[in-house]
């Protein structure tokens, strides 16, 4: 079993920063992406962000220049760094990391944490 726990989300005001950690645990023998996700109200899940394990980059066209991803492979840890928000980035923003279980035959996971709020004021 693989769990991840966010942390860091809250209420901040439009163009404000705030940076939300990912941490994922338990049977991992390797993570090969971590990515962060976010759901308004109303809306459906969407890809904000993911980094791959050789620290490649993906954006969402709404945070590019604004958003920045970043890991600690080691620490099977991930940030997802917010600048200059805005009040359309109030949603509950979800962490996935997707890799290999440390138990033999190291089948394929997918884990999801529970989501941090972030609630941007204007």
């Known amino acids: 079993q693989v769990q991840v726990v966010e942390s860091g989300g809250g209420l901040v005001q439009a163009g404000g920063s705030q940076r939300l950690s990912c941490a994922a645990s338990?049977?991992?023998?390797?993570?090969?992406?971590m990515g962060w996700y976010r759901q308004a109200p109303g809306k459906q899940r969407e890809l904000v962000a993911t980094?791959?394990?050789?620290?490649?980059?993906k954006y969402a066209d709404s945070v590019k220049g604004r958003f920045t991803i970043s890991r600690d492979i080691a620490r099977n840890t991930a940030y997802l760094q917010m600048n200059s928000l805005k009040p359309e980035d109030t949603a509950v923003y979800y962490c996935?990391?997707?890799?290999?279980?440390?138990?033999?035959?190291?089948?394929?996971?997918?884990?999801w944490g529970q989501g941090t709020q972030v609630m941007v004021s204007s």
């Open positions: 338990g049977s991992i023998f390797s993570i090969n992406v």
């Open positions: 980094i791959t394990s050789g620290r490649s980059t």
């Open positions: 996935n990391a997707e890799g290999r279980s440390s138990i033999w035959p190291r089948p394929s996971f997918s884990s």
